[in-house]
C-alpha cells in the first residue's frame, strides 16, 4: 500500500516537471458528450437550471425535456411546441419558454412533472409567416421582466396573405425585413405580460440575449445587411443598433429606411461594443454568458463567454469602459478536438460547469449537449486588454518568460474596419500595418504595454503575439486579440 | 414490342391528369409518405373518399432503394410476386404490368422524393400499397382506405404490417421523430396551411383532426384520415408548412364565428394559451371582456367533433354565425335558430356546445 502512494506521487512529479511547452486550453478543460434519449433531434433551442440542480432543455421539435445529471435520466415536461429557441425556469413548476409565436409560461400545476397549463405571456409581436422570423430568449431582469429578441424576415422567402399583427409595407424592402411589428427589435414583457415595451431595435438576427446580474443586456447579432461582420452589443432602452428595416415601429416614423442615406442611418446607431472579424474569429455567434465569480472556471470570472455555429469554438471576451462606453476585446477560449460547433447555449450548471447545446437548423451547426469542467491550474492566456492613449496593455495570466527581451519581433498589429452598408457583410477595409513604437514590460512581467503609432477610432485592432512565452516557457494558447476602438482613451 | 419503361405508371398518371385538369391545385387532397428504416412506411394507412383526387408524394428518406405500388383488394401479393418475376426487374422498378395496379412510384434512392396524381376508386375498399423491391414486399406496406365511414381500431387492423398494429394508436420513437411513442390525442403548435402563422393542429381518436388558430382565436378546419407528417417543415429551417395526412371535411370560412350583441360586432380576441387535460387541449381566450374556454373532442358516432364552450362576463346575446355546408351538419345546444345560425341568450352563452359532424351517407339503391 505505502508503495502504491509513492509510486502514485512519482508519477505526479514526472507528469508536473514534464510540462510541455506547447500547451492546448483542453489540457485545462474537458469536454464530455452528455448521452440523449433515443429518437431526440438534439436541436437545443434554450437551457437553464431548475432550482434543484436538474437541467431543463427545449429543442427544435417542440420538446421541453429535463435531465437529472444525478441519474442521467431525461423526461419530457411538455410537448408540441413551436421552434422554441429559449428556455428560463422560473421554479420546480413552472418554465418559460419563447416559442416562434408566443412567450409561453408552461405550468405544472398537480406535481406530475409534466406541464398541464400552456399559458401565453405575451403574444404582443407580428408573424408574417417568413420563416426566419425567429424568436429568442427570454432573459430576465432582477425584478423579473422578460426580455425577448425578435429575428427580422428573410429576402429568402416571402410572407404570407394572412399575417399576424399590422402589416408595415415601408419595412418590407431590403435583405432582412421588418414587415410586422417588432421584427428587429428587443422587447421588455413585464412579468404577468401585461406591459409590453418596445426597448431597442436595430437587429437582425439577435439569437444570443443575456441580461447580466449587473445589470447589462448583451446581445449578439450576425453578420449580414447592414452587419460588417458579426457583434456584441451593450443594449440600452430606447436606442437603435444599425440594422434599418426595425426603424419602421417607431414612433411616427413614415419612410422606408432604406431611401435615406447611409450618413444619415449611421447617425441613428449606436456601434457594438466588440466586432467579432469574419471568419477569423466567428461567423454565427450565439449566446453570450459572463463567468460568475463563484464558480471555479478558470482565471477568467467576470469575462464573457461567446458560443460560436460555424466554427468548434468557444469566445471570450474583455470588456472595459472607455469614456463612458463599453468597448473590449474578444479571443478564442476553447477550440479543443472535443468540443462541437453549433455551440448555441451555453449556462454553469451547480457545480460550475458549462454546459454546451447545439444546433445546425440546416446551417453549419451540430447537435447534442457538452459538459465542460475545469480541471484546474492556469493556462498561460491573455487576462485582459485595456486600450491607452497611444497604444494597449496587455495583461497575462502568468509572467512572461525572460526569452521575451526581443518582444518587438514578435508582435504583429493590425487594423481595419468594416463598412455599415445594406450589402451583405463587408471585407476588412484599409487593412494595414500598425508600427509599434515601444515595448515595456510590467515590473511583475505580467503586463505588456505596446506603443503604437496611431489609434484609430473605429477601427478593430488584430493584435497577435507570436512566440509569447511564460516565465516557465510555456507558449501563449490563444494568442491573437481583435479589440474593438470605438473610443480612444485620453490617459 | 418492349414498351417504355414504366409505360403503365405513364399512363396511369396520364389518365389521371386528364382527369382532373392541370389548373386547379386546390382540388387535390395531399398525402405524404416517406419510406425510412426497417423496411416500412412512416404512413401504414389513410382514408380517401370514392373518387378522391389525390396527390401523392413518396420520400425516402431510408438508406435503402424504395418503391410505391397502389393494388386492387387483395392483390398484393400477387403483385409482389409478379415483380419479382420480372426478367429486368430493376430496369423497370419492379413494377409489372398488371390490371390490377393502380398507381406507382418508381424506384427512388435515399434522399428522392416523387410526387404523382391519381383518382380514388369509386368502389368503396382497402387498396393495398406495396414496396416490391426484392426482400420488401412481405413487410413494407400500408392500405389506402376508400372509404365515408371510421377505420377499424389500428390495434386490430389485418390490412397494416402486424409490428405496426399496436394500441391507441401509437407511433414508436423511430417513427415519431420524438424521444417517445406518439400517442393521439396529440397536438403540435406548427406552421398550419390555409391557417395564419401562430396555429395549432390536434390529432384526436378516430383519426379526426383540426387546426385552431392561436392569433386570431378560431377554428380554421377539420380533417379526418390522419394526423400531421412534420418531416419537411422539421428537415428545414421551419419554412415548410405540416403535411396533413387525411382529407379535409370542413372548413369554417367566416371573419369571425361568434358575435357579440345585436350590433353583431366582431370581438377583439387575445389568445391566453391552453390547458391539457386526458392530452386534449382546452383553448383559453377573450373576445373583448369575454373570457372563454373552448374544449374540442371528437364525436364518434358519425365523424366530426363537439367544441364546448363556457363563457363568463357576458352582457349581451351572442350570435353564432357559421355558414352551413352541404354533407355537413353543425348543431348549437342552445339558443334559437336564425337565417344565418344560432342566437343565444347570455344566460345560455355560459355553456354551449357546437357539434359538427359528416352527415351519414343514405345508400342508394
Same mark, same amino acid.
Given at each position: 500500500m505505502r508503495s502504491g502512494c509513492i509510486f502514485i506521487l512519482a508519477i505526479i512529479i514526472s507528469v508536473s516537471c514534464a510540462e510541455k511547452e506547447t500547451e492546448r486550453l483542453g489540457d485545462f478543460y474537458s469536454i464530455e458528450n452528455i448521452e440523449l434519449p433515443s429518437g431526440l433531434m438534439p436541436e437545443v433551442g434554450g437551457m437553464d437550471f431548475m432550482p434543484d440542480g436538474r437541467l431543463a432543455m427545449c429543442f427544435h421539435r417542440g420538446e421541453v425535456m429535463i435531465y437529472d445529471p444525478q441519474t442521467s435520466d431525461w423526461q419530457l415536461f411538455a410537448e408540441g411546441?413551436?421552434?422554441?429557441?429559449?428556455?428560463?425556469?422560473? &421554479?420546480?413548476?413552472?418554465?418559460?419558454?419563447?416559442? #416562434?409565436?408566443?412567450?409561453?409560461?408552461?405550468?405544472?400545476? $398537480?406535481?406530475?412533472?409534466?406541464?398541464?397549463?400552456?399559458?401565453?405571456?405575451?403574444?404582443?409581436?407580428?408573424?408574417?409567416?417568413?420563416?426566419?422570423?425567429?424568436? *429568442?430568449?427570454?432573459?430576465?431582469?432582477?425584478?423579473?421582466?422578460?426580455?425577448?429578441?425578435?429575428?427580422?424576415?428573410?429576402?429568402?422567402?416571402?410572407? !404570407?396573405?394572412?399575417? #399576424?399583427?399590422?402589416?408595415?409595407?415601408?419595412?418590407?424592402?431590403?435583405?432582412? +425585413? &421588418?414587415?410586422?411589428?417588432?421584427?428587429?427589435?428587443?422587447?421588455?414583457?413585464?412579468?404577468?405580460?401585461?406591459?409590453?415595451?418596445?426597448?431597442?431595435?436595430?437587429?437582425?438576427?439577435?439569437?444570443?440575449?443575456?441580461?447580466?446580474?449587473?445589470? %447589462?443586456?448583451?446581445? %449578439?447579432?450576425?453578420?449580414?445587411?447592414?452587419?460588417?461582420? &458579426?457583434?456584441?452589443?451593450?443594449?440600452?432602452?430606447?436606442?437603435?443598433?444599425?440594422?434599418?428595416?426595425?426603424?419602421? !415601429?417607431?414612433?411616427?416614423? $413614415?419612410?422606408?429606411?432604406?431611401?435615406?442615406? %447611409?450618413?444619415?442611418?449611421?447617425?441613428?446607431?449606436?456601434?457594438?461594443?466588440?466586432?467579432?472579424?469574419?471568419?477569423?474569429?466567428?461567423?454565427?455567434?450565439?449566446?453570450?454568458?459572463?463567468?460568475?465569480?463563484?464558480?471555479?472556471?478558470?482565471?477568467?470570472?467576470?469575462?464573457?463567454?461567446?458560443?460560436?455555429?460555424?466554427?468548434?469554438?468557444?469566445?471570450?471576451?474583455?470588456?472595459?469602459?472607455?469614456?463612458?462606453?463599453?468597448?473590449?476585446?474578444?479571443?478564442?477560449?476553447?477550440?479543443?478536438?472535443?468540443?462541437?460547433?453549433?455551440?448555441?447555449?451555453?449556462? *454553469?450548471?451547480?457545480?460550475?460547469?458549462?454546459?454546451?447545446?447545439? %444546433?445546425?437548423?440546416?446551417?453549419?451547426?451540430?447537435?447534442?449537449l457538452q459538459r465542460i469542467h475545469f480541471n484546474g491550474g492556469t493556462p498561460m492566456e491573455v487576462m485582459q486588454v485595456n486600450a491607452r492613449s497611444n497604444g494597449f496593455s496587455i495583461q497575462f495570466t502568468r509572467p512572461l518568460g525572460t526569452k521575451n527581451s526581443n518582444l518587438l519581433n514578435q508582435i504583429d498589429v493590425k487594423q481595419y474596419y468594416y463598412k455599415y452598408h445594406g450589402k451583405y457583410g463587408s471585407p476588412r477595409v484599409d487593412e494595414q500595418e500598425v508600427k509599434i513604437k515601444g515595448i515595456t514590460l510590467s515590473e511583475d512581467k505580467k503586463s505588456l504595454d505596446?506603443?503604437?503609432?496611431?489609434?484609430?477610432?473605429? +477601427?478593430?485592432?488584430?493584435?497577435?503575439?507570436?512566440?509569447?512565452?511564460?516565465?516557465?516557457?510555456?507558449?501563449?494558447?490563444?494568442?491573437?486579440?481583435? +479589440?474593438?476602438?470605438?473610443?480612444?482613451?485620453?490617459? | 414490342m418492349r414498351k417504355p419503361k414504366n409505360f403503365n405508371l405513364f399512363l396511369l398518371m396520364l389518365f389521371s391528369w386528364l382527369l382532373i385538369g392541370f389548373d386547379n391545385p386546390e382540388v387535390f387532397t395531399t398525402i405524404e409518405i416517406n419510406a425510412i428504416s426497417g423496411m416500412q412506411y412512416n404512413v401504414v394507412r389513410f382514408k380517401v373518399k370514392p373518387g378522391e383526387k389525390i396527390k401523392l408524394t413518396l420520400h425516402n428518406v431510408d438508406e435503402m432503394t424504395h418503391n410505391w405500388l397502389l393494388t386492387a383488394p387483395g392483390k398484393r401479393e400477387e403483385i409482389v410476386s409478379k415483380a419479382l418475376k420480372l426478367p429486368d426487374g430493376e430496369a423497370n422498378d419492379y413494377i409489372p404490368e398488371d390490371e390490377n395496379l393502380l398507381a406507382a412510384i418508381p424506384l427512388l434512392n435515399p434522399d428522392q422524393s416523387y410526387t404523382i396524381t391519381f383518382t380514388a376508386p369509386q368502389e368503396e375498399g382497402v387498396y393495398p400499397y406495396v414496396c416490391t423491391y426484392p426482400g420488401h414486399g412481405s413487410v413494407m406496406y400500408g392500405a389506402m382506405y376508400v372509404t365515408n365511414n371510421l377505420l377499424p381500431p389500428l390495434a386490430s387492423d389485418k390490412n397494416i404490417p402486424e409490428q405496426r398494429r399496436e394500441s391507441d394508436d401509437q407511433i414508436d420513437e423511430k417513427v415519431s421523430g420524438h424521444p417517445y411513442k406518439m400517442v393521439l390525442p396529440s397536438m403540435y403548435r406548427a406552421f398550419m396551411p390555409q391557417s395564419g402563422p401562430a396555429s395549432i393542429a390536434v390529432g384526436m381518436l378516430g383519426d379526426i383532426s383540426y387546426c385552431w388558430d392561436a392569433g386570431k382565436c378560431r377554428f380554421r378546419y377539420a380533417w379526418e384520415g390522419g394526423f400531421l407528417n412534420m418531416e419537411r417543415t422539421w428537415r428545414g429551417k421551419g419554412k415548410e408548412r405540416a403535411d396533413i395526412v387525411g382529407v379535409i371535411f370542413y372548413r369554417e370560412e367566416v371573419d369571425y364565428p361568434i358575435k357579440i350583441g345585436e350590433k353583431k360586432l366582431v370581438p377583439k380576441v387575445s389568445f391566453r394559451g391552453y390547458r391539457m387535460k386526458n392530452r386534449y387541449p382546452t383553448f383559453l381566450y377573450t373576445l373583448n371582456n369575454i373570457e372563454v374556454e373552448e374544449r374540442i373532442l371528437p364525436t364518434f358516432d358519425q365523424p366530426g367533433l363537439q367544441r364546448i364552450f363556457q363563457l363568463s362576463n357576458l352582457e349581451d346575446d351572442i350570435f353564432i354565425e357559421i355558414p352551413p355546408k352541404n354533407d355537413i351538419s353543425i348543431k348549437v345546444n342552445k339558443g334559437e335558430q336564425t337565417n344565418n345560425g344560432f342566437r343565444l341568450s347570455a344566460k345560455e352563452a355560459e355553456n354551449f356546445i357546437i357539434t359538427i359532424q359528416e352527415l351519414e351517407k343514405v345508400e342508394s339503391l
Open positions: 411546441l413551436h421552434d422554441p429557441l429559449g428556455l428560463r425556469v422560473l &421554479s420546480e413548476r413552472e418554465i418559460v419558454v419563447m416559442q #416562434r409565436p408566443e412567450l409561453t409560461k408552461l405550468v405544472d400545476n $398537480n406535481g406530475d412533472e409534466v406541464a398541464d397549463e400552456y399559458l401565453t405571456i405575451s403574444d404582443n409581436f407580428g408573424m408574417s409567416g417568413n420563416y426566419h422570423e425567429f424568436a *429568442f430568449g427570454p432573459s430576465m431582469d432582477s425584478q423579473g421582466n422578460f426580455y425577448i429578441s425578435l429575428n427580422c424576415a428573410s429576402r429568402g422567402d416571402g410572407i !404570407w396573405d394572412e399575417v #399576424r399583427g399590422e402589416f408595415n409595407p415601408l419595412g418590407r424592402p431590403g435583405r432582412m +425585413y &421588418s414587415s410586422v411589428p417588432y421584427r428587429g427589435w428587443v422587447l421588455k414583457i413585464s412579468a404577468d405580460g401585461k406591459e409590453v415595451t418596445p426597448w431597442a431595435s436595430g437587429f437582425r438576427s439577435p439569437d444570443g440575449i443575456r441580461f447580466n446580474e449587473d445589470g %447589462t443586456l448583451y446581445i %449578439t447579432d450576425n453578420q449580414g445587411d447592414w452587419l460588417g461582420t &458579426s457583434k456584441l452589443f451593450v443594449v440600452e432602452k430606447g436606442k437603435h443598433y444599425g440594422h434599418v428595416s426595425s426603424l419602421v !415601429w417607431r414612433d411616427g416614423w $413614415n419612410v422606408d429606411p432604406l431611401t435615406l442615406s %447611409t450618413d444619415t442611418l449611421n447617425q441613428l446607431r449606436e456601434k457594438a461594443a466588440v466586432l467579432f472579424p469574419h471568419n477569423l474569429i466567428a461567423n454565427s455567434p450565439t449566446e453570450p454568458i459572463v463567468i460568475p465569480d463563484n464558480v471555479n472556471f478558470g482565471p477568467f470570472a467576470g469575462q464573457l463567454l461567446v458560443g460560436e455555429m460555424n466554427f468548434p469554438r468557444i469566445m471570450r471576451v474583455m470588456l472595459e469602459e472607455v469614456n463612458g462606453k463599453t468597448q473590449g476585446a474578444c479571443i478564442n477560449f476553447l477550440d479543443s478536438g472535443k468540443l462541437s460547433n453549433g455551440n448555441h447555449r451555453m449556462i *454553469f450548471g451547480p457545480k460550475g460547469d458549462l454546459w454546451v447545446g447545439s %444546433t445546425a437548423y440546416v446551417w453549419a451547426g451540430n447537435q447534442g505596446l506603443k503604437l503609432e496611431n489609434m484609430k477610432p473605429g +477601427y478593430v485592432y488584430d493584435i497577435t503575439l507570436n512566440q509569447v512565452v511564460s516565465n516557465i516557457g510555456i507558449k501563449l494558447i490563444n494568442n491573437r486579440l481583435f +479589440y474593438t476602438l470605438n473610443n480612444v482613451p485620453t490617459n | -
